[in-house]
């Protein structure tokens, strides 16, 4: 049974989006009404590639977003898209940068703008700040000290430091999140998109309270049954990240995901787009991809956008009002269950 001709698109499961990349989140049309030619985004969104092309790709769109008006409308546009697709709540993740024009102050003052300019009525919008893990560890911390500022400048906005960029460079350095955490700061932490099973083992035994993707943990996919107990008893939620994952060749294909251990195991994951400008994907193709693939109701569905409302960095009383309007729509949308 296919999950698209069930719902009008107004009635599509209402959804939390706790894993997307603003960059990497531009849609082509977004990309095309900030100048960049067809030939360029032709590259972009393409099926036949892996990761190092992924991260070529993003260059495309760290061009469009180089000046402050740039990077304003495409906050807002990609901050839009996500809610006509049904998002509820959404946390942005981005990397700060400078460029000639424009501060790394001035580039996190933008967004956190933008957030503040769309209509809160529709969508919820939280911030993490992204660092590279390509940077030092100096320059993560002069990054991270930057970030500590704004969460005390915007508290209801900026929740969280997650780490990321190309997985097979750089590093996790422990006391740079020890000091996020120390200082409030909740993180989110890309883990085993490649394998590497010491860091994996590191970062699970930090315990960040998300890990990004978590592909190569369980043994059947990579990891070792070591790294796997200890993830078990960790209980970490992995944001997954379905069609990232099949399109960079670190998962097999839709069928072979690592989702499905989580899915039998009850362990605790939500599922994510990524970069929905790259991958040319939505929220609700994630849904419909994981509903095809592994058989789950409307009802399973329906849970797993509810327990993200648990792992996300909203606060109590927005979990709370999140909780309330994901029962209205179940109400009125799965009667029968
Ligand atoms: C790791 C990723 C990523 O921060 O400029 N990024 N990092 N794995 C992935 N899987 C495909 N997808 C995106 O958005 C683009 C940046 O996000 C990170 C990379 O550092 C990329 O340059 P921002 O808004």
Sequence with gaps: MSFWPLFP?????KNLELHAHLNGSLSRSTLK???CLDNTIGTYQT?????????????VAHKATRTIDNLLYATRKVIEEFADDNVIYLELRTTPRSEEGMSTEE???TVVKAVRSVGSGKILVKLLLSLDRRRSMEKQEEVLDLIIGYKDKYPDLIKGVDLSGDPS???FFKQVFEKARKHGLYTAIHCA???NDEEVKDIIEFKPDRLGHGTFIHPQ??????????????????????????????????????VQEWIKESLPFCLSTDDKGVFNTSLSKEFQVVQEN??????ELWKISKNSVEYSFASPEEKQFLIFELEQWRNKNIPNR
């Design 9 to 13: 698109k107004s009635d599509y499961v």
């Design 33 to 35: 009404a900030l100048g």
């Design 47 to 59: 099926v036949e590639t892996n990761l190092d092309d992924v991260f070529s790709l993003f260059q």
């Design 107 to 109: 580039y996190i003052e």
């Design 169 to 171: 460079k750089g590093a």
């Design 193 to 195: 998109e490649v394998k």
């Design 221 to 258: 996919y990579g990891g070792s049954l070591n790294i796997w107990e200890v993830y078990k008893q960790k209980e970490i939620p992995v944001e997954c990240c379905l069609t990232s994952n099949v399109i960079c060749k670190t998962s097999k294909s839709y069928k072979q995901h690592h």
């Design 294 to 299: 592994f058989n789950l109701t409307q009802e």
